[in-house]
């Protein structure tokens, strides 16, 4: 009988898709439509903009659409063009009045 010893050659599969965690976090009119304080949205991919996540909301909370808003980044308020990282904090914030 023949020794055979199977060797297996294990290799790692690298996904191309990277996944990305955002923490979102909704103040005063905007978290009453969310019903949410604050979610964690796990995402795929590694590129997205302000836009794309506005966009995102958008459809997943569409009471959005019918509102005024800004979006922060880590305590800065940023533009619709803004590149967004894994693990950032973005803030959902309604109109400020001044005074």
Known sequence: ME????????????????????????FGVLAEITKKKEEQLVLEGSNMTVNSLKLKMESAYQELQKNNYSIAINQAMAGTDTTIKDQDVIAFLPPFAGG
């Open 3 to 26: 020794n055979s010893s199977a060797k297996y050659k294990y290799s790692r599969r690298v996904s191309k898709n990277t996944i990305m965690i955002l923490n979102i976090k909704y």
